[in-house]
């Protein structure tokens, strides 16, 4: 019996320690059973698991987040991709990669430089300060669910407002960020920014009857 050879690796960043922590996975040792990619520091772990009709369940620990974010996609993808990456549904930076070796590996290296900046601007010193000051910020993630929503329903509807000018009802071009400051959204093309707090559930259930967003 001739077994199917082809794999591909995974690979996250652990929030705690910032270490990339990367394994190969072919289709016969997924087959069947759960995969767990525990950082070496012992406080983070990737869980990779088959979950029928020929699709992968993903469950990845994020830099940003408190919890971590569940994905699905298809061993087509998974196993076929040169990089196909994940990224976090609130800050839109990638945590975690899969795909040829090499791909990989650029992929883990240019995400850590994205996170370095992204520390450097908050004046964050290490990987596990910039986990612990976002988890503080969004320590009800119901709350981030509530900012998502309301911004990205304002954006569909042209009701964010920036110094760009453009027609009524036309939506633009937008950066939404989680930092240790609250969601931050970025009009990528003139720079008016506005910090939403992400530190109240009441204030976000405020933010529900919000008819407009002004950045500055």
């Known amino acids: 019996m001739v077994l199917d050879t082809k794999k591909t690796t995974v690979a996250y960043r652990c929030p705690h320690c910032g270490t990339g922590v990367m394994s190969a996975v072919s289709p016969f040792t997924l087959r069947g059973n759960l995969l767990r990619l525990k950082c070496t520091c012992g406080k983070s772990v990737m869980e990779v698991e088959p979950a029928g009709d020929g699709k992968v369940r993903l469950t990845v620990p994020c830099i940003i987040c408190p919890k971590p974010h569940h994905y699905t996609v298809s061993e087509k993808i998974f196993f076929g991709e040169e990089l196909f990456v994940l990224p976090c549904a609130y800050s839109d930076i990638n945590i975690a990669a899969m795909g040829e070796i090499n791909h ?47 911004i990205r329903d304002l954006d569909a509807e042209g009701k964010i407002y920036c110094r760009c000018e453009k027609k009524e009802d036309e939506t633009g071009d937008y950066d939404v960020e989680v930092t240790a400051k609250g969601v931050v959204v970025t009009c990528r093309k003139c720079g008016a920014t506005k910090t939403l707090p992400a530190d109240s559930l009441l204030d976000a259930h405020e933010f529900l009857h919000a008819d407009s967003l002004q950045l500055d």
Request: glycine share 2%.
């Open 104 to 150: 990989v590996k650029a992929e883990l290296a240019r995400a850590e430089l994205e996170l370095l900046d992204l520390m450097e601007e908050n004046g964050i010193s290490d990987f596990a300060s910039l986990h612990e000051e976002a988890e503080a910020v969004v320590s009800d993630p119901q709350v981030l669910d509530i900012l998502m929503f309301v």
